[in-house]
């Protein structure tokens, strides 16, 4: 069974800039998750779907993040404009449903360096 | 707002010996727990967890223990292998997976 699929693995840029990242979760999973891990700190969920409908946003910055989860399968995170305390890793996860064992699948991650 | 903490960020054991990670969590709310652990430049993976209505869960050599009159629970590595070295992360929900909050991680080093 495939796991969770992000892309790009890596990306630089200049603050100001903007960025998208791709996630694509297991098959059939309903849940798709993005969390920031900011060096030295725990996972921070950004936003929740289930399936392409927001469960939760609460902690997204919606002046420059976004993300979207078209057809309730692939998902993209774009940060535009980028600011140096964005670097982090932005995991995408997955679950089988909402209000099942609490079990997510990680991706390997998306590692984002603003310059 | 750090509803989940985990206060050690490294620990060193010897290899064969017993590894105990610990988590504390803020939130009465929080009625599943669970520990994932993570390689370098992989993501995350599930290991263990723990429904609030036990108070021990044990999966081959990994055991969790929760108290939750302290709101406090920990991971038992038994015995100690150098595949473990990792970090190991305590997670917390409440309603399910809504809302998982996650602690800093602490490093575990298993020396041979």
């Known amino acids: 069974e495939a796991g969770v699929a992000q892309s790009p693995r890596y990306k630089i840029i200049e603050k100001r800039q903007s960025v998208a990242f791709w996630c694509n979760p297991i098959?059939?999973?309903?849940?798709l998750y993005w969390y920031q891990q900011i060096l030295g700190q725990g996972p921070k969920l950004l936003i929740q779907?289930?399936?392409?409908?927001?469960?939760?946003d609460s902690q997204l910055p919606k002046d420059r993040f976004s993300a979207e989860r078209l057809k309730g399968v692939d998902s993209t995170l774009k940060i535009q404009p980028a600011k140096l305390e964005d670097s982090a890793v932005y995991l995408c996860a997955s679950s089988l449903s909402t209000g099942t064992t609490g079990e997510l699948f990680f991706g390997e991650g998306s590692r984002l360096t603003v310059l | 707002d750090q509803q989940v903490k985990q206060n050690s960020p490294s620990l060193s054991v010897q290899e064969g010996r017993i590894s105990i990670l610990n988590c504390d969590y803020t939130?009465?709310?929080?009625?599943?727990f669970l520990w994932y652990k993570k390689y370098p430049a992989e993501g995350p993976t599930f290991l263990i967890s723990i429904s609030s209505i036990k108070d021990k869960n044990e999966d081959g050599r990994f055991t969790v223990f929760l108290n939750k009159s302290a709101k406090h629970l920990s991971l038992h590595i038994v015995p100690s292998q150098p595949g473990d070295s990792a970090v190991y992360f305590c997670a917390a929900s409440a309603n399910n997976n809504n809302d998982m909050r996650f602690g800093a991680g602490t490093r575990l080093t298993v020396k041979p």
């Open positions: 098959s059939g999973h309903a849940t």
């Open positions: 939130n009465s709310m929080f009625d599943y």
């Open positions: 779907f289930q399936n392409n409908g927001v469960v939760d």
